[in-house]
């Protein structure tokens, strides 16, 4: 594939390596372009301090190091400006106007708490409750149609463990609007190579079956996740046993 939109970088506080040392993994891995889509600053209240996530003081930095980089770079490859951005509810609209402030090329969606980071639970953690599957999904739907996002970053984040009816009720919801809203849905290399609970085969032979779109992320919080699908044993036996079929992994007008 030609091109990987999902990147971090130290800002979020858990990852590593300079922007140079991706870019540069990036290139020797025959990528064309890249895409920074670090965690986004949420313009917390109360003095709630996010340690997932960059500053709301820090987006100058982010910004103006990769704009130089960008320039640098501009030979070898292509360079995106982006966020990863959660839809909380009371702090989005006040998000987006902040970013407008800046010359960002794209933003992804990935829901990584519900109903917010500050008063709410981690998506990642065990849960039985249908209620917290459907806030999730209700959530994620409402980011697809706000019309701002790219793609769902890690959709199948939500670590549900309770009945595989209810799973499947609520996860074909969120499918069914994908397709309605032409949306991407992401497999996610780095939560397959930490063997985490995505990318899992009861959601994407799913979203194959019902005909989603999909895209292949990096998920790159060290430049050594940025490589080929190729390069990652058992990666390409999902996605082929899911029946998801991947090109050169290049958005519309992002490439």
Avoid: W
């Avoid at 309770?162 to 074909?172: L, T, W």
């Amino acid at each position: 594939m030609l091109a990987n939109y999902h990147t971090h970088t130290v800002r979020c506080k858990h990852a590593v390596g300079t922007e140079r040392e991706y870019i540069e993994a990036a290139i020797a891995n025959g990528f064309k372009v890249l895409g920074f889509s670090d965690h986004v600053p949420q313009p917390y209240k109360n003095g709630f301090v996010s340690g997932i996530r960059m500053d709301m003081s820090e987006i100058p930095d982010y910004i103006g190091t990769l704009t130089k980089l960008r320039e640098e770079y501009k030979d070898r490859i292509k360079i995106y400006i982006g966020f990863e951005v959660e839809c909380y509810k009371g702090y989005f609209e006040p998000l987006m106007k902040e970013l407008e402030k800046y010359p960002i090329d794209y933003m992804i969606l990935g829901q990584h708490h519900v109903p917010s980071e500050d008063d709410g639970i981690y998506v990642g953690f065990k849960t039985d409750r249908e209620e917290d599957l459907k806030l999730y999904v209700d959530t994620c739907i409402a980011g697809m149609k706000t019309g701002r996002f790219i793609y769902l970053a890690h959709p199948d984040l939500i670590n549900f463990v309770g009945s595989d009816d209810i799973y499947k009720k609520h996860m074909e919801r969120l499918i069914k609007a994908s397709i309605e809203q032409d949306f991407p849905l992401e497999v996610n290399i780095y939560g397959f190579v930490d063997k985490r609970q995505y990318p899992s085969d009861r959601f994407f032979s799913l979203a194959s079956e019902m005909g989603a779109k999909f895209i292949i992320g990096c998920d790159a919080h060290k430049a050594e996740l940025l490589k080929q699908p190729k390069d990652f044993p058992g990666f390409e036996d999902f996605l082929k046993r899911n029946k998801i079929e991947y090109g050169d992994n290049l958005i519309e007008g992002l490439c």
